[in-house]
């Protein structure tokens, strides 16, 4: 079965903070995606990595950044957090071989 | 700018009946893909449907493609209650790698 964790399912930060979210998948997924969903707007892709270094913007990719050193890591960054960057986040990952992504459990960021 | 509308947006519906979540879409495509989230969980794949006329079938649910009319359908036949979830269409214009979805539609189907 194909695993994707992430760091947290709960967060609380303060404005300006700067916050860490890690997300791990054990099959060895060459594609790995960053949503955030909010009620009624379904989920929205902030970055997805195509490879090791490599990074590209989805729809909404400001304030916001990531980072992928190793193949089965991708973390995303919020350099200053903000209220509006209280919602639930969601890390994916799909092989090059098949069409489905497959998600983590989500992290519930609230940011004060 | 590709738009992703589900309707309704929620679906209450009693036991064994019938009901049809509609998911339709601004911009060619010839994929898209249906997802389920129960409360609290995370997604789970339900159906990839990858060219016009794509028909795909699991237990009561049954989804369907028309790439013409940019839209699909995802068809609940004789509801019961384990069915009650969000559910979410999403369409890809990039190999995979850049899904839009909809809204979502809330289902809860009543013993």
């Known amino acids: 079965d194909v695993k994707v964790t992430q760091s947290s399912r709960y967060l609380v930060k303060r404005t300006g903070e700067k916050v860490f979210l890690e997300c791990v998948q054990d099959?060895?997924?060459?594609?790995m995606f960053w949503y955030r969903q909010d009620p009624g707007l379904g989920l929205r892709l902030i970055y997805f990595?195509?490879?090791?270094?490599?990074?590209e913007k989805g729809d909404i990719p400001e304030g916001y950044s990531v980072s992928r050193e190793k193949k089965e890591r991708f973390s995303l960054i919020l350099e200053s957090a903000s209220t509006n960057q209280t919602s639930m986040y969601l890390c994916?990952?799909?092989?090059?071989?098949?069409?489905?992504?497959?998600f983590g459990p989500g992290t519930r960021l609230t940011v004060l | 700018e590709l738009k992703v509308e589900q309707n309704p947006l929620f679906l209450s519906m009693q036991e064994g009946k019938n009901y049809t979540i509609y998911c339709n879409y601004s911009?060619?495509?010839?994929?898209l893909y249906w997802y389920r989230q129960d409360p609290g969980k995370s997604l789970e794949s339900l159906f990839v449907?990858?060219?016009?006329?794509a028909v795909k079938q699991e237990g009561r649910l049954m989804a369907s493609l028309d790439t013409k009319a940019r839209l699909s359908t995802l068809h609940i036949t004789a509801a019961v209650h384990d069915l009650s979830a969000t559910y979410f269409c999403?369409?890809?214009?990039?190999?995979?790698?850049?899904?839009?979805f909809g809204g979502g539609t809330r289902l809860m189907v009543k013993p």
């Open positions: 449907l990858l060219s016009n006329g």
């Open positions: 911009t060619t495509s010839d994929r």
């Open positions: 990595s195509y490879d090791v270094k490599m990074k």
């Open positions: 999403a369409v890809d214009l990039f190999g995979g790698n850049m899904l839009t």
């Open positions: 994916a990952s799909r092989s090059e071989n098949t069409d489905t992504q497959y």
């Open positions: 099959m060895d997924h060459e594609n």
